[in-house]
């Protein structure tokens, strides 16, 4: 049986990177090729006569998407021949909250789909044994207690707390399981979905990944994918027989140091992060610099250092004009300000 692992997809038509969104004649660029990506993988996992395709969680970037978010999506599902089964559980971005869960709609649909949402659910095909898990289920108590010889196969949307040290960015996950936990399911395989970096813990327990970078900078040395199995009839470990990588747009994170001198031309295509720390004085160069860079978008994380040193224009106007700002500035009146002047210099002149 072939199982072909998606996970992660993140619908969201408002989706942006660093915070602007790519638009052409009012359709959000990221947003469609989000949805392509999609599309190409389910189409993938066809052709590779995969005879289920999982999708273990975060299908939908928010709990309620919009009708639009929801039928983008109901056309790539429709678009699997009836005779593959498509298994889908809620991950924490598409849990189901107390107004329901934004992948309820798809049960029932003509094409097979099995949901879960908000307790695990059991499914048999042919021999194998699938386990629905979505986010919150407690999977240790799912160890294997089926018929011995028939596969088992665990879909979980969950934080293993051991990939932490693939993400270091992420902030410690609240309610994550330990991997030893998994290995004790004594499942055939366990498909992961919530960390965004294709990652095999073991031979048999494996986040797909995300088919693109999703949130930010902390993705950006992650690959990217999703998986293909082979599991026979038997309780022996699954195959991974494809292992898709798909290519993005790049992310890099570089010192600011580094850009001021670096070859603008290599950053096409390219979404920037400077970071470290810059002199006030070269502010205006790196400004010059970013105006000429030809990357996809920039993110600036720099502390600026040194005194910021106040400097008047004083081109055109007159020295009485002058004055006037300056007593203005000072909320002072004219008399005041003189006559304040005139103690100053006189007491410079007396300590001379
Ligand atoms: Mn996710």
Redesign the pocket.
């Known amino acids: 049986m072939r199982i072909a692992h998606i ?2 997809i ?1 619908i969201n038509a408002s989706c942006t990177h660093l915070s602007s969104m790519k638009l052409a004649s009012g359709i959000n660029l990221y947003h469609t090729e989000r949805l392509a990506r999609f599309r190409k993988a389910v189409a993938e996992a066809v052709a590779q006569r995969a005879h289920v395709i999982v999708l273990s ?2 299908i939908f970037d928010k709990n309620r998407p919009s009708p639009q978010e929801y039928d983008d999506v109901a056309s790539i599902l429709d678009s699997v021949p009836t005779d593959i089964d498509i298994l889908a559980i809620a ?3 598409d849990e189901h909250g107390h107004k329901g869960s934004p992948l309820l709609p798809f049960i029932g649909r003509e094409r097979h789909i099995v949901v879960a949402v908000n307790h695990p659910v059991s499914y048999r095909k042919d021999e194998a044994i699938f386990l629905l898990a979505p986010w919150g289920t407690d999977l240790r108590a799912a160890a294997y207690t089926g018929i011995q010889a028939s596969p088992y196969i665990v879909i979980s ?1 969950v934080a293993v707390r051991e990939a932490e040290r693939y993400f270091r960015e992420l902030d410690a996950e609240q309610g994550g399981i330990d991997l030893q936990d998994l290995i004790n399911l004594q499942a055939t395989a366990v498909l992961l ?4 970096g294709q990652t095999l813990l073991t031979p048999t327990i494996a986040y797909a990944g ?1 088919l693109e970078v ?1 949130h930010d900078f902390s993705e950006q040395d992650q690959p990217k994918g999703w998986l293909l199995y082979d599991i026979d009839q038997t309780r022996t470990p699954p195959v991974i027989i494809h292992q898709q990588h798909v290519e993005g747009p790049t992310f890099r994170t570089m010192s600011v140091l580094d850009f001021l001198d670096t070859d603008l031309s290599q950053l096409e295509d390219v979404y920037l992060r400077l970071t470290g720390t810059l002199d006030l004085q070269h502010r205006p160069l790196l400004q010059s610099l970013l105006r000429k860079v030809p990357t996809a978008g920039y993110k600036l994380d720099i502390t600026l250092t040194g005194t910021n040193t106040h400097v008047e224009t004083l081109h055109g106007k007159t020295p009485q004009a002058l004055l006037q700002e300056y007593l203005a500035k000072k909320q002072q009146s004219d008399i005041h300000a003189l006559l304040s002047l005139d103690e100053q210099i006189s007491q410079q002149v007396a300590q001379q």
């Open positions: 996970s992660d993140h969680g975060d991950g924490n971005h949307h979905g919530h960390y965004h995300s999703i």
